[in-house]
């Protein structure tokens, strides 16, 4: 199971979509060319990206290419000297892979506290209590897999986030105080 043509897919929706904006609004002002990408092109590129998300840096790339387009965009800087890591960081943008991550933090978090239906101990298992620091009872270990496929799902992966959060983030009442906090420990 590869992710690969759903992520040529959304990547070439998005493209064709910040295309779109591109021309009907470039003499727009920059708050309106911004909203429009955060409104109609985003949302294609992280549409249950918690589940899809990409390993390789060959498919990341591919995924951000259409941000630091966005970000030349809004901003309306195509010289070639322009970073673009500075003009998403000036637009107080998250990268999509660190929104991904978010995204997954916050599903595990809605698994956890039983508010999806998906049962966590079926893909991973409670942790062991031990007497070590790192141990709280809220965390998990990894159900193993030879399959290579498995190392890069949606529990593997996030599983391993998720212990590294503080217990005070993972303790949190709700999502919303849970989602500021991931945002804010990142």
């Given at each position: 199971?590869?992710?690969?043509?759903?992520?040529?897919?959304?990547s070439?929706k998005?493209?064709?979509?910040?295309?779109?904006?591109r021309r009907?609004l470039r003499?727009?002002?920059?708050?309106?060319?911004?909203?429009?990408?955060?409104?109609?092109?985003r949302?294609?590129?992280?549409?249950?990206?918690?589940?899809?998300?990409?390993?390789?840096?060959?498919?990341i790339?591919?995924?951000?290419s259409?941000q630091?387009?966005?970000?030349?965009f809004?901003l309306n800087?195509?010289s070639?000297?322009?970073?673009?890591?500075?003009?998403?960081?000036?637009l107080?943008w998250?990268?999509?892979?660190?929104?991904?991550?978010a995204?997954?933090?916050?599903l595990?978090?809605?698994?956890h506290?039983?508010?999806v239906?998906?049962?966590?101990?079926?893909y991973?298992?409670?942790?062991?209590?031990?007497?070590?620091?790192?141990?709280?009872?809220?965390?998990?270990?990894i159900?193993?897999?030879?399959?290579q496929?498995?190392?890069?799902?949606?529990?593997?992966?996030?599983v391993?986030?998720?212990?590294?959060?503080?217990e005070?983030?993972?303790a949190?009442?709700?999502?919303?105080?849970?989602?500021?906090?991931?945002?804010a420990?990142n």
């Open positions: 199971m590869s992710w690969q043509t759903h992520i040529n897919n959304i070439a998005a493209n064709r979509m910040l295309g779109l904006i009907n003499g727009c002002s920059r708050n309106l060319r911004q909203q429009a990408y955060l409104t109609l092109v949302p294609h590129l992280e549409y249950c990206s918690p589940i899809w998300n990409p390993h390789t840096k060959k498919n790339t591919k995924i951000e259409t630091r387009q966005a970000a030349r809004v800087t195509y070639r000297q322009a970073s673009v890591s500075k003009l998403i960081t000036q107080q998250d990268s999509l892979e660190r929104r991904r991550q995204a997954s933090l916050c595990m978090y809605k698994i506290n039983n508010l239906a998906i049962n966590p101990t079926d991973a298992s409670p942790m062991a209590p031990s007497s070590r620091r790192s141990y709280h009872p809220d965390k998990y270990q159900i193993t897999s030879r399959l496929i498995h190392k890069f799902s949606f529990f593997p992966r996030t391993i986030w998720w212990n590294a959060l503080p005070h983030i993972i949190s009442p709700s999502i919303e105080a849970f989602r500021g906090a991931v945002a420990h």
